[in-house]
């Protein structure tokens, strides 16, 4: 395994579209397998994911972020998406979309630095609290983001390819104490808005 000093967190760029798409229909055949249908991950294009994500960092919208985690010669690990709560009254608290790590690469903080260049970025956008909605089934999920002190929020359906799933809230009442949660594991080095996470 590549040393902490080969991590790096940045802002996504065009040319990762391809990677993330990757990594995103990956992680959700290896977490979902069993929650979600089989003839759905199956489908899963990475032609229409490249596109949709290629779409995402080029949104023209200053509350969406994309972010990426690099490590050494192993190229992107994980992402997160991010910016405005989608739902509810205005925009007026912030919301992880998306936040995926390679399955051999979980548990050696990756998620973490995510969580804490979201909450910083957040914070810098006039964010004070955050939200995210997570698959009630998805326990590791769940159990990494009550460690990162979410607390549950509320419930909702959705349907996926005909199927009713049922999606749960965690809810960060501080983006500052998200960011201090999650930080500290190593120096990030973060090119362009982002600072150096301690």
């Known amino acids: 395994m590549s040393e902490r000093r080969d991590v790096t967190l940045r802002v996504a760029v ?11 229909i990956a992680t959700w055949r290896a977490t979902y397998d069993g929650i979600i249908a089989d003839h759905i991950l199956k489908r899963m294009d990475l032609r229409r994911e490249t596109r949709d ?15 990426v985690v690099e490590r050494g010669d192993d190229g992107i690990i994980g992402f997160a998406s991010f910016g405005a709560e989608r739902a509810g009254p205005g925009r007026r608290r912030g919301e992880i979309h998306t936040l995926y790590v390679l399955p051999r690469q979980q548990s050696f903080g990756v998620g973490r630095r995510l969580m804490a260049g979201a909450a910083e970025q957040m914070q810098a956008d006039g964010f004070t609290d955050a939200i995210l909605w997570v698959l009630k089934q998805n326990q590791p999920a769940r159990c990494f983001y009550e460690r990162m002190g979410g607390a549950f929020g509320a419930k909702r359906g959705m349907r996926l390819g005909g199927e009713a799933l049922q999606l749960i809230s965690y809810e960060w009442s501080s983006l500052a104490t998200l960011e201090a949660c999650a930080a500290g594991l190593a120096d990030i080095a973060i090119p362009g808005r982002y600072c150096a996470i301690a």
Do not use: N, T
Request: zero cysteines; aromatic letters at 8%.
């Open 14 to 24: 065009d040319g990762d579209a391809a990677d993330i798409a990757r990594l995103y």
């Open 53 to 67: 994500w290629r779409g995402s960092i080029a949104r023209r919208d200053p509350l969406h972020h994309v972010i």
